[in-house]
Nanobody
Framework: VQLQASGGGLVQAGGSLRLSCAAS????????MAWYRQAPGKQRELVAS????????NYADSVKGRFTISRDNAKNTVYLQMNSLKPEDTAVYYC????????????WGQGTEVTVSS
């Protein structure tokens, strides 16, 4: 399974970005997916997750109401729409995939950097 994240960049506070993560080498629709982030000097944290069918979604409290995770199984892609960005959202964002019934995320993308200036 290969995951390729893209869409990061530099944005001013209050702006928006849309991250994409394209999967290959697998049947994408079987995998629960997630976005994590890691800010400098901090531990990696779960930002949002979505089930294989998209019928259940969870968000970290810090992004609720601002970020939206979605997936297009026909395009083998998961997205993270980020609105009302804050400087504290600055981090490297990683997409991750879980094998069915796995307790942990098994596959990771290379990360895409998001910088929010104040």
């Amino acid at each position: 399974v290969q995951l390729q994240a893209s869409g990061g960049g530099l944005v001013q506070a209050g702006g928006s970005l849309r991250l994409s993560c394209a999967a290959s080498g697998t049947i994408f629709s079987i995998h629960p997916m997630a976005w994590y982030r890691q800010a400098p000097g901090k531990q990696r944290e779960l930002v949002a997750s979505i089930t294989s069918t998209g019928n259940s979604i969870n968000y970290a409290d810090s992004v609720k109401g601002r970020f939206t995770i979605s997936r297009d199984n026909a395009k083998n892609t998961v997205y993270l729409q980020m609105n009302s960005l804050k400087p504290e959202d600055t981090a490297v964002y990683y997409c991750a995939a879980k094998r069915p019934f796995s307790s942990d995320y098994d596959y990771w993308g290379q990360g895409t950097e998001v910088t929010v200036s104040s």
